[in-house]
């Protein structure tokens, strides 16, 4: 299995998810039935947030990595989730004046 940086998973997923817009949106163009629209942009709508939210976790998750780095001077590599991945979150060494 190939490893995934946090850019790279932050990327996929603004990419997942405005693909879900657009299909959202062409799925409330094309569908003709009321109710068969509602349900499907709902659950689109759903999917989108779902991974949206996957985003910002792993965004956090980085941060809180960094910071600890920072402040506790703690470097071993830690793995965050995206989406159900493990995303090996490196950490920066420290710089030493």
Known sequence: MTSMTVESAKNIGIGIALGLVVLMVLTAWLVKSVTTKLISVLIIA???FGVWTQRSSLQDCATKVKARAATVGDTTDVTCT???T???VPVPTPSVP
């Open 86 to 88: 493990n995303i090996k």
């Open 82 to 84: 995206f989406l159900g």
């Open 46 to 48: 759903g999917l989108a």
